[in-house]
């Protein structure tokens, strides 16, 4: 059996489950609840593995060693060609950039991050991700696509994304494509709330994410099938683009790495319910090295100043 | 009734499915990759409605398999979405072009030149949605416009004798007020060209 299928029969059983599914769908992995390995520690809102809390020791202020803005640049320019020609509305594009901070320790930084949705491979990687992706309750899916950051003051209760029409036209594009992905595994599909806003707060300010809320009707025995509809809606939307097909081909060609983990999704299944983050805010541990996975989405009107900041404005730790 | 969406691996095709199955669940949609649509070619004449649904890239690139289904075309009812409507357009002698600032994910203003079925029970201004890089920018004879947008854009067209029908906009965005309505009135000529032809 592989990784869907028994993910399926899990379910089918109402055996509690934890997976991890990489952007490729190469590697993903499936645990028992009960037989998580101990390398591996995970937080959703709804569950807490055994973490101690309260570390008092200082959070790391995280920086870039190598960023090149004007490769950016020029990537954003070659992204926006293929949206010029109409082949991609939206084409989310990430960048892995090494830190300037050589003494990390993941599990440390695990316990430290305030997030609601944290993953950690201990000396491979951590994710502390704002972004849910699906949540199942009572046979009803929704997702939580966040698209638009933006840094704000401190004194400032809304960032200028409220108003901001590329952002806004961006975000559409990921209801819509999100809407046709719970299209094709539920029923009744509708977009319960648009464009709200949260506050992260990090060490180099505060900074706020725009989100909607979208939600379908699924079948009554969709425990059986968690593998099957995890598989048909991933990558996730709001980490790939739109049209997903296409847009997956020219993200291949323009980042030229392998994502991993990065962008993918970890997921419990537990009391009957489903919830899954998306494996964003990612650092990452090569031998010595540690690594910064970040992106941005473009559209026809991003402005490649700008994203280029908003690449930059994620790199932190939500305290 | 049978309808078949002539999809382009596109990701709004299941916002397309979904609102057919509003209008009516009975209704069998079968899904055709643009690139097998003349492997499929007795399956598409079988039905009672074609949609071509959106799609990325330039509708020229589309058009020769599409020609091939002309005399199809010309016998049962056909929707085409944004680049269908432009695959539209260009069968019948209309000429496209790249705009010069793609709309992706923007809402405009409808402005309904001709009354249509296509539009019937709509009375109000109807704001719509875009993903277009592309425009029909020149019609040909035997089309008919029904909508332009506030920049003069065509937003809709109808074939001046067969039930052939193209929205540059997208009827399946949430950004489009009333785009239910507008698949239904479509439907609704599906099911009484096949009433008529039974």
């Known amino acids: 059996m592989n990784t869907w299928q028994r993910m399926n029969e899990y379910g089918k059983k109402k055996e509690s489950f934890l997976f991890l599914i990489d952007y490729e769908k190469e590697k993903p992995l499936v645990w028992k609840l009960n037989q998580v390995p101990n390398y591996i520690k995970f937080q959703l809102p709804s569950y807490n593995s055994d973490v101690p809390q309260n570390e008092i020791l200082p959070v790391p202020r995280l920086t870039a060693l190598n960023f090149c803005k004007e490769k950016a640049k020029i990537d954003i320019h070659r992204a926006q060609e293929f949206l010029k020609n109409g082949e991609s509305y939206l084409l989310n594009l990430t960048y892995k950039i090494q830190l300037n901070n050589y003494d990390l320790n993941l599990r440390q930084l695990f316990n430290q991050s305030k997030s609601d949705y944290k993953f950690l491979w201990d000396d491979k990687f951590l994710s502390y991700s704002p972004e849910c992706f699906i949540r199942v309750n009572n046979d009803i899916i929704t997702t939580y696509p966040m698209k638009g950051t933006a840094k704000v003051q401190s004194g400032e209760k809304k960032s200028n994304l409220h108003k901001d029409s590329k952002e806004i036209a961006e975000h559409n594009t990921v209801v819509d494509l999100l809407r046709n992905d719970l299209n094709i595994i539920s029923n009744n599909v509708l977009v319960k709330k648009y464009r709200f806003e949260k506050r992260i707060k990090t060490l180099n300010g505060d900074l706020i994410q725009t989100s909607s809320e979208i939600s379908g009707q699924l079948d009554k025995d969709w425990s059986s099938k968690i593998g099957t509809i995890i598989k048909s809606i991933t990558p996730a939307g709001s980490i790939s683009g739109a049209p997903k097909r296409k847009t997956l081909q020219i993200i291949k060609s323009l980042e030229n790495q392998q994502r991993g983990y990065y962008t993918g999704i970890f997921g419990l299944y537990h009391n009957d319910q489903l919830d899954t983050g998306i494996l964003i805010r990612f650092i990452e541990k090569t031998n010595s090295d540690f690594f910064y996975r970040t992106g941005v989405g473009i559209t026809i009107n991003s402005d490649s100043i700008q994203e280029t900041e908003e690449l930059i404005n994620k790199i932190y730790v939500p305290i | ?198």
């Open chain 2, 1 to 198: 009734m049978k309808i078949t969406i002539i999809d382009s691996y596109d990701s709004f095709t299941y916002n397309i499915l979904s609102l057919i199955k509003q209008v009516d669940s009975s209704i069998e949609i079968q899904i055709i990759q643009h690139d097998e649509i003349l492997k499929f070619q007795s399956q598409i004449k079988q039905s009672n409605g074609i949609i071509i649904a959106p799609g990325q890239g330039d509708p020229k690139e589309y058009i020769n398999q599409h020609k091939e289904l002309k005399y199809i075309y010309e016998q049962i009812p056909v929707f085409g979405i944004c680049l269908g409507f432009q695959i539209i357009g260009l069968l019948y002698n209309s000429e496209t072009q790249k705009l010069v600032n793609p709309r992706h994910g923007e809402q405009v203003e409808l402005n309904i030149i001709t009354k249509d079925q296509l539009f019937a029970r709509i009375n109000e201004l109807l704001r719509v949605g875009l993903y277009h890089s592309h425009y029909v920018n020149k019609i040909g004879k035997s089309l008919q416009v029904l909508a332009k947008d506030k920049d003069g854009i065509i937003m809709a067209i109808k074939h001046s004798q067969f039930p052939i029908y193209g929205i540059q906009f997208h009827a399946e965005s949430f950004l489009t007020l009333r785009g239910l309505d507008i698949l239904q009135n479509f439907l609704i000529i599906c099911y009484e060209h096949l009433a008529k032809n039974e």
